[in-house]
């Protein structure tokens, strides 16, 4: 364990435990360890001791179909979106999501076009929870663990789900061949939305 001061100036540990010289040097370099190794105070926050303003973002969430990537055990440490306000629209950036449940466990394992499925109702909850539909959505990027295998299947299922939704235009997209986080897991998108923000969205205040 790394032992660092805390802000009262005890000594207490962490799990920041360099595993190599090498690491132990960039974690230096970084600013996290001092040249004894010990744990250093991070920087402060822009806001805090600075003139520039931090631009106000907040997390997505759907607990109802997806869990949180922190909550787990071994946490992961990214949201499941993220949304910020920019000159009177809203940007949300919907991270990698895949077919995932609310208890955080793989759905429809081995199957592919129920996974991508999944995948879509996780994003379209994420999107309703801000009150936003896949008509907001201006680019996707799709990871899929075999492309040559899977891709037939993806872009049925893609072409249905859109044509579906009367999607005009398509959204850009890439597509990508991508050793995923979890080796039953087939399929991950990220999605991008921008939504014109109305008068007194409580949404954009954070409330």
């Not at 960039?26 to 520039?52: C, D, F, Q, V, Y």
């Not at 466990?105 to 909850?125: C, K, P, S």
Request: hydrophobic share 35%.
């Amino acid at each position: 364990m790394v032992r660092g001061a805390s802000e009262k100036g005890e000594t207490r540990t962490t799990g920041l435990r360099p595993a190599s010289d090498a690491e132990r040097e960039e974690m230096t370099a970084l600013g996290i360890l001092s040249g004894s190794g010990e744990l250093l105070a991070p920087p402060p926050k822009p806001g805090a001791r600075s003139t520039r303003p931090v631009v106000p973002r907040r997390a997505i969430t759907a607990h109802q179909v997806l869990n949180e990537a922190y909550a787990y055990t071994r946490p992961s440490s990214f949201s499941r979106g993220i949304r910020f306000d920019p000159a009177g629209t809203s940007l949300l950036l919907i991270s990698g999501t895949a077919s995932v449940d609310e208890a955080g466990l793989t759905a429809h394992v081995g199957d592919f076009r129920a996974q991508l499925w999944r995948t879509y109702r996780n994003i379209t909850e994420l999107l309703r929870a801000e009150g936003a539909t896949w008509h907001d959505v201006v680019r996707t990027t799709c990871y899929l663990r075999d492309i040559e295998r899977d891709y037939r299947d993806f872009n049925e299922v893609r072409t249905e789900f859109f044509r579906w939704l009367g999607l005009d235009p398509l959204p850009a997209s890439t597509g990508i061949q991508a050793r995923l986080c979890r080796e039953d897991l087939l399929v991950e998108i990220e999605a991008m939305a921008v939504v014109a923000r109305r008068k007194n969205d409580r949404r954009a205040r954070g409330v």
